[in-house]
């Protein structure tokens, strides 16, 4: 490659990256103690996705049952009283959806048993964490 095609090729790599730097996804205003626990369970919806992964990797469909149930609807319950009325019923349709996705798969692992077909409900549920980060962002009142 020539110095100027080179020049090129690189500034329009910088230019492209410096524009996806602006976050344009929808803003989500909320308490810093709102964000705090929507960020919290954020966090144990990764952990649990990865202890799903870890015992999914040994056959251990007793503990992909158990940490696929701490995801579940229970989870979302705890997390719906501090949260009441902040977010938008879009979102909140589609956290539920992923918490009613973490009971079956819990469910399925107990009677199925079959890792494949829990690999497909994962891949199928992360794509709602993919589509979710994908549109909205967080930004506190303060
Ligand atoms: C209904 C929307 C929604 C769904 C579904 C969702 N997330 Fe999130 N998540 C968010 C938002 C909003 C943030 C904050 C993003 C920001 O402000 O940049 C976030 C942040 C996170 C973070 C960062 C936590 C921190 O401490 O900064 C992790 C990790 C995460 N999500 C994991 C997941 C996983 C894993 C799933 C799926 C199993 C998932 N999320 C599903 C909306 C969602």
């Known amino acids: ?59 251990d469909m007793a503990a992909v049952a158990q940490h696929a149930g701490v995801l579940g609807m229970g989870m979302a319950h705890k997390a719906e009283d501090h949260l009441k009325g902040a977010l938008p019923k879009e979102f909140m349709q589609l956290g539920m959806s992923v918490h009613q996705d973490f009971d079956q798969i819990a469910a399925d692992a107990e009677s199925v048993k079959d890792p494949k077909h829990t690999l497909r409900q994962l891949g199928d549920s992360t794509g709602k964490c993919v589509a979710c980060h994908a549109t909205y962002q967080i930004r506190t009142t303060r």
């Open 1 to 59: 490659m020539n110095r100027t095609l080179y020049i090129l090729f690189w500034s329009l790599i910088t230019t492209s990256a410096l524009a996806e730097e602006v976050d344009k996804r929808q803003t989500l205003t909320i308490t810093e103690t709102q964000r705090g626990h929507v960020l919290e369970e954020m966090r144990a919806l990764l952990a649990g996705t990865q202890s799903i992964l870890d015992a999914l990797s040994r056959d």
